[in-house]
């Protein structure tokens, strides 16, 4: 069946330094992945796509990629601030484009 | 800037009514979806909508919901008969379009059923 996993754990990190988060999935053939952002309570927002044939995309100070050989994805937080707590959540498209699926979310800490 | 409206923002309900949640997409979007978020769990897939007819749908999305676009602007989802175990946060969301599309989400109605 088809799977996307994330660290469930929380990942805490002092405020300045770059945060990792992982992405892993199984049975899919993805052209493009997703990233949101999701605050307590709130709804998820979109922060990055990247295509397959895309190994790095950047946006300030974000940073993914995407490895379709290790069916995986990295996202990255540098000089990271107590305002980039939150949840984070990859997903990926159907074949058929019109079912999202995110993965469970890693919850990042930065603590100042 | 153009955004997702839901309502209500929370609705407490007896089991075995029915509900009805509102959202108004963004008005140049195609595509809608409804997700649903149990506390402390992860963001489900229930539901897309596309020309007017449900392009996609998961198991949790069974004869007790239903999904309608009643005029030019809103798009609803109706629990029949509400359980429990339907106590969540119920996200609608829309899109420009499939595939490479973002999508925008509401800020979630919340339901309660006791």
């Known amino acids: 069946s088809q799977k996307i996993e994330q660290n469930s754990e929380a990942l805490n990190i002092q405020e300045g330094k770059t945060a990792t988060l992982t992405c892993n999935y199984t049975?899919?053939?993805?052209?493009?992945l997703q990233w949101y952002r999701q605050d307590p309570g709130r709804g998820p927002v979109f922060l990055l796509l990247i295509r397959e044939n895309e190994k790095e995309k950047r946006k300030e100070r974000l940073k993914v990629t995407f490895d379709t050989t290790l069916k995986q994805s990295l996202f990255h937080i540098t000089a990271s601030q107590p305002a980039d707590s939150a949840t984070y959540l990859c997903a990926l498209h159907n074949n058929a484009g019109n079912m999202l699926t995110f993965g469970g979310g890693t919850r990042l800490m930065v603590k100042p | 800037e153009p955004e997702v409206t839901q309502t209500p923002s929370h609705q407490v309900t007896q089991m075995g009514q029915e509900v009805i949640l509102r959202c108004v997409p963004i008005?140049?979007?195609?595509?809608f979806y409804w997700y649903r978020q149990i506390l402390g769990q992860k963001v489900e897939f229930l539901v897309s909508?596309?020309?007017?007819?449900?392009?996609?749908k998961s198991e949790i999305f069974d004869d007790q919901f239903s999904v309608e676009r009643p005029d030019g602007s809103n798009f609803t989802l109706k629990i029949r008969s509400t359980k429990l175990e339907d106590s969540a946060m119920y996200f609608c969301?829309?899109?420009?379009?499939?595939?490479?599309?973002?999508?925008?989400f509401g800020e979630g109605s919340r339901l309660t059923v006791l």
């Open positions: 008005s140049n979007h195609l595509y």
């Open positions: 049975n899919y053939s993805p052209a493009y």
């Open positions: 969301a829309s899109s420009e379009r499939t595939n490479t599309g973002e999508l925008f």
């Open positions: 909508f596309y020309n007017n007819e449900i392009s996609e």
